[in-house]
């Protein structure tokens, strides 16, 4: 065993070179006689070399900066802000599509019915509009996208306030909107095909279910009540009689073998629950022989 009174500090400037390891600019404890094959002064000896390497790497690597965190956020920095889109107000819309997809409230919806649906039975109609399928294809999937979206206004108007939605029935000049005449056009620009032409499950058909399911919600967030004065009262005849349509045009559509449970079970749950409302509120006419739906 060699004792520390036998051991000689080095300076750094001495190079010690032996065991095939070389030493440089390191303070050492050396032996002045080491034996031949002293193991453990040698382990001692490389243990140190190691040790003071890693620590130099250790230090080295945490002066360096990662380059890739300095990439992404030299990135970053290049990339421009977003270009927020503008917002158009809905009567300056240049379709019906443009203008549902801004729709937000029931009075927007009501505007979209007067100012772009159409009906074949309208006066002054152009000719293409009347003879052409890809027109009438056009007005059914734009009303019932209008109807789906309506339900959805007013669902939204539900869950916001419902106190001032059971207090108001959304009356407009002292009319209901389940008798107002735009709200019919809305029902009709759906419910009326085209002459001699069929309904498609995968066109006809997936209108037909939105504008039912939209039917359906509406029904449930604004109850619909029957009218007392004879001009609301023939439009809510003519409402029922198209939605009388539309449930008929359902029934053949969605009893084929090619139509999804999924979508049949849907339209016929929306189907109830919308005859079952307008059922309610006619309990209570005196005229509700003429408006029964089938």
């Known amino acids: 065993m060699i004792s520390l009174s ?73 990339k421009q802000s977003p270009i927020q889109k503008k917002i158009v107000p809905i009567h300056e ?46 007005r059914r999937r734009w009303g019932s996208q209008l109807l789906e979206s309506l339900g959805q206004a007013a669902l939204d108007e539900w869950e916001n306030n419902p106190q001032e939605m059971l207090k108001s029935p ?36 997936i209108y037909i279910s939105q504008a039912l399911k939209g039917l359906h919600v509406l029904s449930g967030c604004i109850a619909p009540v029957a009218p007392n004065s004879p001009p609301a009262l023939e439009a809510w005849i003519d409402v029922h009689r198209c939605i009388s349509e539309l449930i008929h045009s359902a029934d053949k559509l969605f009893t084929t073998q090619n139509t999804l449970l999924k979508d049949a079970v849907e339209v016929r749950w929306a189907i109830r629950g919308l005859v079952a409302r307008l059922q309610m509120a006619n309990n209570g006419l005196s005229h509700a022989e003429g408006i029964a739906i089938e």
């Open 93 to 138: 819309a240049n379709s019906m599509g443009e203008a549902i997809q801004l729709a937000k409230s029931i009075s927007d919806h009501l505007y979209i019915a007067e100012k772009f649906i159409w009906l074949p039975t309208d006066d002054n109609l152009a000719p293409h509009l009347r003879t052409q399928l890809v027109h009438h294809e056009k």
């Open 170 to 205: 959304w009356l407009e000049e002292e009319e209901h909107i389940w008798t107002d005449a735009r709200f019919l056009r809305m029902v009709s620009s759906v419910s009326q095909p085209m002459t001699d032409s069929i309904d498609r499950p995968d066109k006809e058909g």
């Open 6 to 78: 036998q051991c000689a500090f080095v300076p750094s400037s001495f190079n010690y070179v032996g065991l095939g390891y070389s030493i440089p600019r390191r303070d050492v404890f050396q032996s002045l006689s080491l034996p031949q094959h002293h193991c453990l002064t040698t382990l001692r000896m490389v243990s140190s070399q190691r040790a003071g390497t890693a620590k130099r790497r250790r230090a080295s690597n945490g002066k360096r900066k990662p380059q890739g965190n300095a990439d992404r956020r030299r990135k970053n920095s290049q």
